[in-house]
């Protein structure tokens, strides 16, 4: 299905529904076709963003790995509605999509063809520019482009805190990396919410949680029905 169609389905099935105007209406602002099926998941982090707004959390709010900016353009719509006065910090690679995948990315069945890996981590490389300009209305996303977590360096005040931290970067080493970095600097009662949690496709992100989660002990870890879980700091 192309945008259009997409959006003419929603229309027709949902309309109405508060989260559901958003998902839909985010899809289409940035073309990000490919996430048609992604309701349950950014469901988890459209509650997480209600979470921080209604008890007036401080600290910025981050998201590891935006790709065309779907689930930021969401989250920015919920923000900006309710006059929120922090940073939503973004960092990705952009251009370079995936990083590599590590033994921990292997899924038991397939990920041996060296193209499919290569055509997965194409896949999600996006135009910087783009993104940029899709995110105007928002001028309180600060875009960081990079490498995590070599990209966390310089970007970031020493003091920085944060109440929300959305980690979608899909493999084992860059959720790891994020977990660790980003853990230590959330203040009380802020979320992390985890997008690949349980997916097949991308088995790392499950390996490098409950491998961080063996070091710290959060106030509760819920894992959603579809895919994401919530981490509650
Ligand atoms: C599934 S996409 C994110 C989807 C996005 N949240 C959305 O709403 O469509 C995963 C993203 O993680 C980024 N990524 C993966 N590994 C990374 C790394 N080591 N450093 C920076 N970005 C990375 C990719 O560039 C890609 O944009």
Redesign the pocket.
């Known amino acids: 299905m192309n945008t259009r169609e997409i959006v003419r389905y929603y229309e027709r099935m949902a309309g109405g529904n508060d989260y559901l105007d958003r998902y839909f209406g985010?899809l289409e602002a940035?073309g990000?076709t490919?996430?048609f099926l992604?309701q349950n998941r950014?469901f988890s982090l459209y509650q997480a963003v209600g979470h921080v707004l209604k008890k007036g959390l401080p600290g910025d709010i981050v998201?590891?790995?935006?790709?065309?900016?779907?689930?930021?353009?969401?989250m920015a719509g919920l923000l900006k509605e309710a006059d929120w006065t922090g940073t939503l910090r973004v960092?990705?690679?952009?251009?370079?999509?995936?990083?590599d995948k590590t033994a921990e990315d292997r899924r038991l069945r397939g990920d041996t063809d060296p193209t499919e890996t290569e055509r997965q981590k194409q896949k999600?490389?996006?135009d910087f520019d783009a993104v940029q300009q899709v995110l105007a209305p928002y001028p309180f996303v600060a875009l960081h482009k990079?490498?995590?977590?070599?990209?966390f360096d310089g970007a970031l005040p020493s003091d920085a805190r944060f109440s929300l931290v959305?980690l979608?970067?899909?493999?084992y080493?860059?959720t790891l990396?994020s977990l660790r970095f980003f853990y230590p600097r959330m203040v009380k009662g802020g979320l992390i919410v985890l997008?690949?949690y349980g997916s097949t496709t991308?088995p790392g992100s499950r390996t490098a949680t409950d491998e961080f989660l063996g070091s710290v002990t959060p106030t509760l870890f819920l894992e959603g029905h579809l895919q994401s879980a919530v981490l509650l700091v």
């Open positions: 985010a940035t990000s490919d996430n992604k950014f998201e590891c790995g935006c790709w065309k900016g779907h689930s930021t353009y969401l960092f990705d690679s952009f251009e370079g999509g995936l990083s999600f490389a996006s990079g490498w995590i977590p070599e990209v959305h979608d970067v899909d493999l080493q860059p990396d997008d690949d991308f």
